[in-house]
């Protein structure tokens, strides 16, 4: 099973500055990463696939990079309704598809 | 408008079972894959199960293999697990996901539907 490890566990940024957070997975899993994100009371949203790719109606603000084991997924300029819990996703290697375990991403 | 309305859950006792259903509308149901997605409250997210479209496959995680059955009804177009001989530790907030690029990116999210087992 593939292990994804999330880091910071918890990040604090002001709005309209970057943030960028990191997903590391335990064996390469090539580009097959998506990033998630969950607001507070709801369910996950899709942001990012195969890395790099924004998902539908997803700003350009958000950035994927990175292939193998080591990701980012970067905010360039954060907006109050950016602030949430983050995850990463493989599916490289399933079943299972694996989760990391989130960074919080919250407001200074 | 996509939506995905989880039904079934609630309050179960241990060793006991429980159905939950998945509607699903706005998209072309039968063209993606349907899987389940459990998260303890405060908790992360943790993969379940997975159908495959025209049910050409279904996975399960090792924690609830031989104890929940995924199924679709693509007439219907829903989704179900089946969940029997239900523990404390399947506790959690479980999302209906619809996934289409082979199943693989998990596209749409239902809100969610809880299931409670406690004696």
């Known amino acids: 099973e593939i292990v994804l490890t999330q880091s910071p566990a918890t990040l604090s940024v002001s709005p309209g500055e970057r943030a960028t957070l990191s997903c590391r997975a335990s064996?390469?899993?090539?580009?097959?990463l998506a990033w998630y994100i969950q607001k507070p009371g709801q369910a996950p949203r899709l942001l990012i696939y195969?890395?790099?790719a924004r998902a539908t109606g997803i700003p350009a603000r958000f950035s994927g990079a990175g292939s193998e084991t080591e990701f980012t997924l970067t905010i360039s300029s954060l907006q109050s309704e950016d602030f949430g819990v983050y995850y990463c996703?493989?599916?490289?290697?399933?079943?299972?598809?694996?989760f990391g375990q989130g960074t919080k991403l919250e407001i200074k | 408008e996509v939506q995905l309305v989880e039904s079934g859950g609630g309050l179960v006792q241990p060793g006991g079972s429980l159905r939950l259903s998945c509607a699903a509308s706005?998209?072309?149901?039968?063209?993606?894959?349907m899987t389940w997605v459990r998260q303890i409250p405060g908790k992360g997210l943790e993969w379940v199960s997975s159908?495959?479209?025209?049910?050409?496959?279904?996975y399960y995680a090792d924690s609830v293999r031989g104890r929940f059955t995924i199924s679709r009804d693509d007439a219907k177009k829903s989704a179900y697990l089946q969940m029997n001989n239900l523990r404390a530790g399947d506790t959690a907030l479980y999302y209906c996901?619809?996934?289409?690029?082979?199943?693989?990116?998990?596209?749409?999210w239902g809100q969610g539907m809880v299931v409670t087992v406690s004696s």
């Open positions: 064996q390469s899993i090539n580009n097959n």
């Open positions: 996901v619809a996934a289409a690029v082979g199943g693989t990116v998990f596209d749409y």
């Open positions: 195969g890395s790099t």
């Open positions: 996703q493989q599916y490289d290697d399933w079943p299972p598809y694996t």
């Open positions: 706005g998209f072309s149901f039968s063209r993606y894959h």
């Open positions: 159908i495959g479209d025209n049910s050409e496959y279904t």
